[in-house]
């Protein structure tokens, strides 16, 4: 059926956004050559074709298209550009490593995605129906929205502040996906709603563009600090004072709601300050800044990362799930604080080299009236006690008991924790 003017203003409007955004991202993918670019370009310039294939856009533009059967085109790459968006928002959100839901959902969900896109186009080849093949794409492209959507939501139970705006883009999937197929099925709903549909087609690509594109940014930026290539500002900005004891506490609190562990660990660098004085400054804000960037790249964005006083960092892990979680975060956590941190680009000056101590809590599920203050104190004096030891690590259980001030330790001596204020 031929579209009326309106409608297909309407669908050129949608397609101009589409290939606008197509075009930027095969000019990142060229200039940048980065893996997350390339990932970038197959899924919006795939999810684009679909889009335009499904609306009738293309056919209508190019009427010669109506001569080739375009089905088995139809009947795969929607399903597949599912699969892709699934596993790379798995990536995106970082949790594959703390999560079994969203692991599953990654793997065997994706998989699932692209059997059933490659089952679609047999069946298309053999002969069948359609009308029947594009109804069940559809019901293979809602399997994959409604598993983007149960990935974005476990990230924002989870801590993840930018996944909020994930499961907007999943909303507007959902209508996508439906008003796409309806059309490809030969549905005539109404202006209204292909106006709907054309919206959220646009908001889907324009959210997820838009967070993607600060994730990676994030990262680029971490990667800076810790190689010590970025300009120091302001410590990192980490939490410190109430500001991190609420943010410990909103950890406990998740993990226990969802009936999970928590690990609390805390990283001494006792000689924060002795870097000698061959330096025209003092460089402990950016010797700060680099290891809080390379803690980070170990625990990830959802995660708590702040500094307790000038030579203890603090980190909370919620709502662990893996039980060998604590020793990949501890192992890792070692090999990356333990590097030197390059403090002036004189090869003259020597580099400075942390001698850290880390001290990791293990609080159970099912604990109740965890004291987010005396659990983060546990974990200072077990890295001071760390830092006499051959591994530089220790671990222990969460105890109620209350621990002695850190005054009581010879080594805690210059270490103390600075007032709570904010």
């Known amino acids: 059926m031929i579209p009326s003017v309106a409608e297909l203003a309407l669908w050129s409007a949608m397609a101009g956004v589409l290939l606008t ?56 790459l929607g399903p597949l550009c599912g699969a892709l968006a699934l596993a790379y928002l798995g990536h995106w959100s970082g949790m594959r490593s703390d999560d079994r839901l969203v692991r599953l959902l990654m793997g065997p969900g994706a998989g699932s995605i692209a059997l059933g896109a490659a089952a679609l186009l047999v069946w298309t080849l053999r002969g069948g129906d359609d009308r029947d093949v594009l109804m069940w794409t559809a019901a293979v492209n809602s399997l994959a929205v409604v ?57 889907y690509f324009l959210t997820v563009v838009t967070m993607v594109r600060l994730r990676n940014r994030e990262w680029r930026r971490l990667s800076r600090q810790a190689q010590g290539t970025m300009p120091v500002a302001d410590s990192a900005g980490l939490p410190r004072g109430v500001q991190l004891v609420q943010k410990v506490d909103d950890a406990l609190w998740r993990s226990a709601r969802m009936e999970r ?37 170990v625990v990830g964005f959802r995660n708590v990362v702040g500094l307790f006083h000038q030579r203890c960092f603090v980190l909370a892990v919620s709502a662990v799930q893996d039980p060998h979680r604590r020793e990949v975060v501890g192992s890792r956590l070692l090999q990356e604080l333990r590097m030197a941190v390059l403090l002036s680009p004189d090869p003259t000056v020597p580099p400075f080299q942390p001698d850290v101590g880390i001290g990791i809590i293990d609080v ?18 077990l890295a001071l ?38």
């Not at 001030?405 to 600075?418: D, I, K």
């Open 364 to 381: 159970p599920a099912g604990s109740e009236e965890v004291d987010a203050l005396r659990v983060m104190t546990q974990a200072e004096h």
């Open 21 to 76: 955004l197509a075009v930027l991202a095969s000019i990142d993918m060229v200039v940048s050559r980065t893996l997350p670019s390339v990932r970038g370009w197959v899924s919006t310039v795939f999810t684009s074709i679909a889009c335009l294939l499904m609306c009738g856009w293309l056919e209508t533009l190019w009427p010669s298209l109506r001569a080739i059967d375009l089905m088995p085109v139809k009947a795969t």
């Open 261 to 297: 562990p928590c690990v609390i660990a805390a990283v001494v660098v006792p000689n924060l300050y002795d870097y000698g004085d061959q330096l025209p400054s003092d460089p402990e804000a950016e010797i700060l800044v680099t290891l809080a960037a390379r803690i980070r790249q």
């Open 147 to 203: 598993m983007g959507s149960l990935v974005a939501v476990r990230s924002v139970l989870l801590g993840d502040q930018l996944a909020r705006w994930m499961v907007l883009a999943c909303l507007c999937l959902a209508q996508m996906t439906a008003g796409h197929y309806a059309k490809g099925l030969g549905h005539e709903w109404g202006l209204w709603y292909w106006g709907l549909t054309a919206t959220a087609t646009v908001g």
């Open 385 to 422: 006690e760390a830092r006499h030891t051959p591994q530089r690590l220790c671990h222990r259980p969460w105890s109620p008991i209350r621990t002695p001030p850190a005054a009581l330790f010879a080594s805690a001596a210059e270490t103390m924790p600075s007032p709570l204020t904010p």
